[in-house]
């Protein structure tokens, strides 16, 4: 089992939706959850992190976490074309220093 | 403005060859990366570095070879002794030491082997 999993995707969805992420960790010392964006060709960049379980927003986008569930997801409302990219989710153990990644959704908005 | 800069973009290697890929930051960090990313594919990690002089291996080290001589610096020496280097590799650091905050990441380098 890896210990950061993902939809494989793609994911496509038409533009104004709601674009659902999901992501499943193994670990139960994990203690900081993340979604990173990344563009085809470039490099990842951080848009939402989240420690607590419940929800958390920022603009169109909201993080949702259940410890219980081990589970992390990323909804993004109104979704945009520029929303096209692959998403990646990323767990730190607590004290281990490093982030673990899962493999990435790939999500298409089309117009 | 602060942040990481890796280079070269691009980078190409021949077959036996031994090449070294740059990576400094003056964001103040003490904590620096590399992962590599292969096509359709996740971030695996291959170095951490958390204090100057002292670094540990992460999943995928072979071939691989690091130094933290500067707080600033990072660099990554892909040796022969690594056979498939082919990938887009990052340069990441992260402000605290338990990654709490997440990482931020160079805009990488693309290595070849021709």
């Known amino acids: 089992q890896k210990e950061v999993e993902q939809n494989s995707g793609p994911l496509s969805v038409p533009e104004g939706a709601i674009a659902s992420l999901n992501c499943t960790y193994s670990d139960r010392g994990s203690q900081s959850f993340f979604w990173y964006r990344q563009y085809s060709g470039k490099s990842p960049e951080l848009i939402m992190s989240i420690y607590s379980n419940g929800d958390k927003e920022d603009g169109r986008f909201t993080a949702q976490l259940n410890k219980a569930s081990q589970y992390v997801s990323l909804l993004i409302r109104d979704s945009q074309p520029s929303d096209s990219a692959t998403y990646l989710c990323?767990?730190?153990?607590?004290?281990?220093?490093?982030?673990?990644f899962g493999d990435g959704t790939t999500l298409t908005v089309k117009p | 403005d602060g942040g990481i800069t890796q280079s070269p973009k691009y980078l190409f290697r021949k077959e036996g060859q031994n090449v070294t890929l740059s990576c400094e930051q003056n964001?103040?960090?003490?904590?620096m990366y590399w992962y590599r990313q292969d096509p359709g594919q996740g971030l695996r990690l291959i170095y951490y570095s958390q204090i100057v002089n002292d670094f540990q291996k992460g999943d995928i080290a072979e071939g691989y070879s690091v130094s933290r001589e500067k707080k600033e610096s990072f660099p990554l020496t892909v040796t022969s002794a690594q056979k498939n280097p082919t990938a887009f590799y990052l340069c990441a650091s992260s402000a605290d030491n338990l990654v709490v905050y997440g990482y931020t990441f160079g805009s990488g380098t693309r290595l070849t082997v021709v």
């Open positions: 964001l103040n960090h003490d904590a």
């Open positions: 990323a767990v730190t153990v607590t004290n281990a220093g490093k982030s673990t």
